[in-house]
Nanobody
Framework: QVRLVESGGGSVQAGGSLMLSCTAN????????WAWFRQAPGKEREGVAG????????YYADSVQGRFTISQDKAKNTVYLQMDRLKPDDTARYYC???????????????????WGRGTQVTVTS
């Protein structure tokens, strides 16, 4: 059974940093996207960062551009989300997604991905 396991969530004051990790128990084709999504209470799940291993290109939502960085350690089969200058609006449950296949314009859409983790909570206090 394919599993994605996230870690690294927690509570931090505004302006602080956190790094999330997502490790898969299986290897995916390098043409498949990885991404991080988040969902706050009462809101839809939104894509925040995507990675295309084939090219190394990364994609970000406007709301996190310049503050969040997605990266990958292929040897560890792990994807990271470095989150800096966190804001209270970043508070949400963060989900890792993998094995995404679609036009790259859809890299931050939930429908692109086959595999999902259970999420990790990030809380930013003011």
């Amino acid at each position: 059974q394919v599993r994605l396991v996230e870690s690294g969530g927690g509570s931090v004051q505004a302006g602080g940093s956190l790094m999330l990790s997502c490790t898969a128990n299986t290897y995916f084709d390098e043409s498949a996207y990885w991404a991080w999504f988040r969902q706050a209470p009462g809101k839809e799940r939104e894509g925040v960062a995507g990675l295309w291993p084939n090219t190394g290109r990364t994609y970000y939502a406007d709301s996190v551009q310049g503050r969040f960085t997605i990266s990958q350690d292929k040897a560890k089969n792990t994807v990271y989300l470095q989150m800096d200058r966190l804001k209270p609006d970043d508070t949400a449950r963060y989900y890792c997604a993998a094995e995404g296949f679609a036009a790259v314009s859809n890299i931050l859409r939930t429908s692109t991905y086959k595999r999902w983790g259970r999420g990790t909570q990030v809380t930013v206090t003011s």
